[in-house]
Every structure is written in structure tokens, then in C-alpha cells.
């Protein structure tokens, strides 16, 4: 779905956000915190979802990081659809379960953190996975 971009001028410290509004969301099939992949031109980024009762139709709101990765300007349109979930979440739940990662696992994971696929809350989770299971 193409949809009409909003430069909010907002920082989150690093992740990159998308704002759209729950009939946008609905139509996407995109729920609040799911991943969604942001197309301009030859650049792709995957954003977290952010759904807003109040955010005008057909309309995606950036925060500064993801406009800085896209290279966007206000009112340029964007494809948008639900991204695929990182390979890396599956290692993250694997070790929440007790269970212990190969190399490649976690490689995955730390590739995943750098180029900011995983949220704060992900990241968290897997860090204290490894202080409990070791």
C-alpha cells in the first residue's frame, strides 16, 4: 500500500518508528509493535508500527531515524506492508527456553541489534535470557 509520508521531527534514541493510524493499520493487517517494511526508491527500511486512534488516513508518520535511513521529504510516498519477523527473534525465544545458540545464532542476533531490527524490549529480553541461563 502507498501511503502519504509525515515528518513527525521526533527522535526515539536510535529505533526506527512509523506512525500510522488504525484503519491504515487494519488494512495492512498491522498490529501495534509489529514490523513493518518502508519502501522509497531503491531503499528499504523495517520500522516498528506505532497505531494512532487520531493519525490521518493513507498518511505514515516518521520519526527522525527512519526518515534519516530513507532520505525522505514530507508528502513523497512510501510503499508500506507487514515485515517478515527477524530470523534472530526464534534464537531470542530459543534461549528464553532454556535451550543453548550456535555461533551463527548469535551472529544473527548481534547483526540484527546493529542494524536496529530488534526493539528495546527484544534486546532486553535476550540479555536477560543470557544472565539466567548463562
Known amino acids: 500500500m502507498d501511503l502519504v509520508?509525515?515528518?513527525l521531527n521526533i527522535t526515539t534514541g536510535g529505533n526506527r518508528v512509523a506512525v500510522i493510524g488504525q484503519k491504515t493499520a487494519?488494512?495492512?493487517g498491522v498490529h501495534s509493535s509489529d514490523r513493518i517494511k518502508i519502501?522509497?526508491?531503491?531503499?528499504t527500511v523495517v520500522a516498528i508500527a506505532n497505531i494512532a486512534e487520531h493519525f490521518?488516513?493513507?498518511?505514515?508518520g516518521l520519526f527522525e531515524e527512519t526518515e534519516a535511513a530513507l532520505g525522505i521529504k514530507r508528502d513523497e510516498?512510501?510503499?508500506v506492508e507487514l515485515a517478515a519477523l527477524?530470523?534472530?527473534l526464534f534464537n531470542i525465544r530459543a534461549k528464553l527456553h532454556g535451550e543453548r545458540l550456535r555461533e551463527k545464532d548469535i551472529v544473527a542476533i548481534v547483526c540484527d541489534v546493529v542494524d536496529r531490527r530488534l526493539s528495546t524490549v527484544e534486546i532486553a529480553g535476550f540479555l536477560t535470557a543470557l544472565s539466567?541461563?548463562?
Open 5 to 7: 509520508v509525515e515528518l
Open 26 to 28: 487494519s488494512l495492512l
Open 39 to 43: 519502501t522509497y526508491g531503491l531503499k
Open 56 to 60: 490521518s488516513e493513507n498518511r505514515i
Open 77 to 79: 510516498l512510501v510503499g
Open 86 to 88: 527477524p530470523e534472530s
Open 132 to 134: 539466567i541461563m548463562g
